[in-house]
């Protein structure tokens, strides 16, 4: 049989309900306010700045934690690998099987640091290694951490590169730690010439590609502009945030736009934003021109 | 002691994603592992407290990620109170109920983030059909398989009325 609540535990319990509307009511008008003055902001408050510097050194145990799991799988992979062309071998040699695991992995480490060092050697520009500790989980916005901040001399809007080309800039800094907004990012955008040409009046613009998340979209070009598919783009400088000559992708293919007016290309990026381990950030006397043309939209 | 014990797993999920789970999705779609604690914290609790809990991980994730701030804690805050709207109705002690439920609050989430990028103009990085698509699909089943995870350890958790006290609950 239901049972029948007394009028005045209903009235209550009505009550709580209104109470829990409009408490609902309240925090979306102020949080619908808060999103509508910070959906293109630049910079951290000092609230954020505290809650990214107590996460951030968490993040980096996690991203440690995160490589040994990579390393021990990998590891185990490779040593099924040699177990079936190895069978017979396999109990006498388990031993030097794990070492020259080991040895690989090293190697590879070894190989990665030397190609950062010599990237960084080469560089005209002063660089700041850091690592990667987190990815903006929503996939709206494509955003990394980095584990160096205000107190390495990160800076906004610095350009981020990796061994392979051109990511992305600074989007803000605390003091150990910064977020790096990607040039997959449908916020972010650079300015960019073929690098074969190098012909002043074929800037372009650099941007996601609407169509397939993987690569990036080159578009703005004049319709006679002499690109061609496998053409690497590179940096302008023009937009005052990125400096010129970093590599951003190749060419894949190239099309004349609905209008007929400009044509645009699809990059594949040169980096690999899906793995990102290690990165630079550029040191550069690049100011923040707010009406540049590379700033967030 | 339990909204400490709360931020404690905010914060461990936020360090999880942004590294372990990382590794776990196909060409860099991830859990969001903050949605599925969201809605597991929620279910075990209220319309009121499920709003709060996931306006607090909404707003941890727009200010780690760098999200426009309030983006995420809109959106996980009304994800919280439809699912703590539901608390009363299931069996909580079902694992199942909860794992069932989590895919209609990850399809709901991502519609309200689009409804907000188009309320703010802000540029998505893929139309919402690619994203549902490349991104909320895959992520709907690795939500399931998550939920199934986490959803037993935090009833454990709570049966001992640490998350929420057991009165306010029932109310």
């Known amino acids: ?297 | 002691m339990a909204p400490l014990l709360i931020f404690v797993i905010f914060v461990i999920s936020l360090a999880l994603q942004g590294s372990v789970l990382a590794l776990a999705g196909p060409a860099g779609v991830q859990p969001d592992i903050l949605l599925v604690v969201t809605v597991a914290l929620a279910l075990l609790a209220d319309l009121r407290r499920g709003a709060i809990v996931g306006m607090c991980a909404g707003l941890c994730q727009d200010i780690l990620f760098g999200a426009p701030l309030g983006f995420f804690a809109v959106s996980k805050m009304l994800v919280g109170a439809a699912a703590g709207l539901l608390a009363a109705d299931i069996n909580k002690e079902l694992t199942w109920s909860a794992m069932v439920l989590m895919p209609l609050f990850t399809l709901f989430s991502d519609f309200l983030c689009l409804i907000l990028l188009k309320l703010f103009q802000i540029a998505a990085t893929l139309p919402f059909l690619t994203y549902l698509q490349q991104v909320t699909l895959p992520r709907i089943a690795m939500h399931f398989l998550i939920m199934g995870i986490i959803y037993p350890h935090l009833f454990r958790i709570q049966k001992r009325s640490l998350l929420f006290a057991e009165s306010e609950v029932e109310e």
Do not use: C
């Open chain 1, 1 to 297: 049989m239901r049972k029948v609540m007394p009028v005045h535990v209903q009235r209550n319990s009505r009550k709580q309900k209104n109470r829990q509307v409009v408490f609902l009511v309240l925090a979306l008008a102020v949080l619908l306010l808060l999103i509508g003055m910070t959906a293109n902001r630049q910079g951290a408050a000092w609230p954020e700045e505290m809650l990214r510097y107590v996460v951030a050194p968490v993040q980096g145990v996690f991203q440690r934690l995160t490589r040994s799991v990579e390393s021990f799988f990998a590891a185990v992979s490779n040593y099924r690998h040699l177990q079936q062309e190895n069978d017979r071998l396999r109990q006498q040699l388990a031993e030097a099987v794990a070492l020259q695991t080991k040895i690989a992995e090293l190697r590879q480490e070894n190989n990665r640091l030397r190609s950062m060092l010599e990237l960084r050697e080469a560089s005209e520009y002063e660089l700041i290694a850091a690592e990667v500790i987190a990815r903006d989980p929503s996939s709206w916005f494509n955003i990394i951490t980095i584990n160096k901040g205000t107190k390495d001399g990160v800076r906004e809007n610095m350009a981020v590169i990796t061994t392979e080309g051109l990511i992305g800039s600074i989007l803000s800094a605390a003091p150990n730690s910064a977020q790096v907004q990607l040039l997959t990012d449908a916020r972010r955008r650079v300015s960019a010439l073929v690098q074969r040409s190098r012909e002043p009046g074929e800037v372009g613009v650099v941007e996601y590609d609407p169509q397939n998340a993987a690569y990036l979209r080159m578009k703005d070009l004049p319709r006679e502009a002499n690109i061609q598919t496998g053409d690497a783009v590179i940096s302008s400088g023009l937009g005052g945030v990125f400096p010129k000559g970093l590599l951003i992708g190749y060419v894949v293919e190239t099309a004349e736009d609905e209008m007929g007016l400009t044509q645009y290309a699809r990059l594949q990026p040169a980096a690999n934003f899906y793995r990102l381990e290690e990165v630079f950030v550029v040191i550069s006397e690049h100011g923040l021109p707010a009406d540049s043309e590379e700033e967030n939209f």
